[in-house]
């Protein structure tokens, strides 16, 4: 029997989306305002055990800060912590996913969460074991755009950076795991956005066997 297509999938309820930053006001990247930090990023998702989310799209739009000195960079990651399940610590703006259809009530199965500014920490496995830092072991896209002064600040050209995972073959994230993601740079960007696009279920209805 072969896997459901994701468009099957949406078309039975099972795709989710969740955007990140409202209207013209984005979420100011890293833990400080600037460089990334691995334990607050700009948005979670966590995938509880017995779960399995394929995340089919997602678009990072980055507003860079003013650069005052060559190669001031802002850049942008989507990551995975593939064993650790965001324990839903740390402060940060909780996301209600909306369904795909929008004849479905919103919600998820997974933990959403936006604009950390508190530590989170994830669990090895999702068990009870000593809860660390989310470790970033599977990147699927990145994007870092660097400055080159010409005289004064009053010289240089801005622009947004935008970076687009839209892979033909999504990963199969099965839970516990986390995806992450993150943007920011060695000077304080004016405010980034995110709009992440994921059909999910449990191991059975994405016809998973195996461990």
Known sequence: MGLPSIDEMIARGMGRMVAVGAFSTGIVGGGAGTVYDQDQPEFAIGVPGGHVIRPFYVEIVVQG????????????????????????????????????RTDFEKGSACRCGSAFTGNMTTNPRGLTEAAAAPVLDIELARVVETSDLQGT?????????????????????????TLLGYWGGTIATIGGFAVIKWV????????????
């Open 65 to 100: 800060g003013l650069s005052t000195a060559d190669s001031d960079e802002t850049e942008a990651l989507i990551a995975v912590d593939s064993l650790g399940l965001w324990r839903g610590d740390g402060t940060y703006t909780f996301e209600t996913p909306s369904n795909m």
């Open 200 to 211: 999910e279920g449990t191991r059975e209805q994405f016809g998973l066997l195996g461990a």
């Open 153 to 177: 600040a009053a010289n240089m050209v801005y622009r947004n950076i935008r970076l687009l995972y839209n892979p033909d073959y999504p990963l199969f994230l099965v839970g516990p795991c």
